[in-house]
């Protein structure tokens, strides 16, 4: 375990986050552990779900922002079903992806996908051989054809939501190395 020093801690971490979510607030939590114990992807997170909500209250921002676990959350809703306090813990994770974003902590996988759909509109590329595949089956089946998206459309909502600058900051870190 990591040892933190008072002056590494970020106080108004907790207020700042709170004062987005509202009535949502981590401050109701209670650390009874209850979203934890029904969460889906508890053993595949760094940190469980009322750790997540603790260092938030502690000032850990750097480590939650930085932590997988707000990336690896399914948004069953669960935990936030089961809350005793009805703290929204989906709705702060939405919340710290977005700060997390803003501080440049995206996994590369994010950030490769919003490139793939900025490029070709799809998650998964719908060119080549792929393609062909697909075209060939979805005759089979007597499905309709796949339009192409407008992909002037899709990068306005990529600019104007800020997707795109993960693609910009993901660019920037890879002429780095």
């Known amino acids: 375990m990591i040892k ?11 207020f700042e986050i709170s004062k987005k979510i ?9 650390q009874c552990g209850v979203c934890s114990s029904g969460c889906t992807v508890t053993e595949y ?7 997540v ?8 921002k750097d480590e939650v922002l ?5 990336w690896t959350c399914s948004l069953c809703h669960r935990c936030t079903e089961r809350c005793p306090k009805g703290v929204d813990y989906s709705f702060i994770l939405a919340l710290l992806r977005n700060l997390a974003v803003k501080e440049g902590n995206i996994p590369k996988e994010y950030s490769d996908t919003i490139r793939t759909i900025s490029k070709n509109g799809f998650v998964i590329p719908y060119t ?5 595949t697909i075209d060939r089956r979805r005759d089979k089946m007597g499905l309709p ?6 992909l002037d459309e899709i990068n306005f909502i990529i600019k104007e ?17």
């Open 4 to 14: 933190k020093n008072a002056k590494d801690l970020d106080n108004n971490f907790r």
């Open 22 to 30: 509202g009535a949502k607030s981590l401050l109701n939590c209670i």
């Open 45 to 51: 997170v760094d940190m469980q779900p009322h750790r």
């Open 53 to 60: 909500v603790a260092s938030c209250l502690l000032g850990l």
């Open 66 to 70: 930085s932590s997988q676990a707000i």
């Open 128 to 132: 080549g051989g792929m393609k062909i």
């Open 145 to 150: 054809k796949i339009i192409t998206p407008n």
């Open 161 to 177: 939501t800020g997707l795109g600058d993960l693609i910009k900051e993901d660019n920037k870190k890879e002429v780095k190395k």
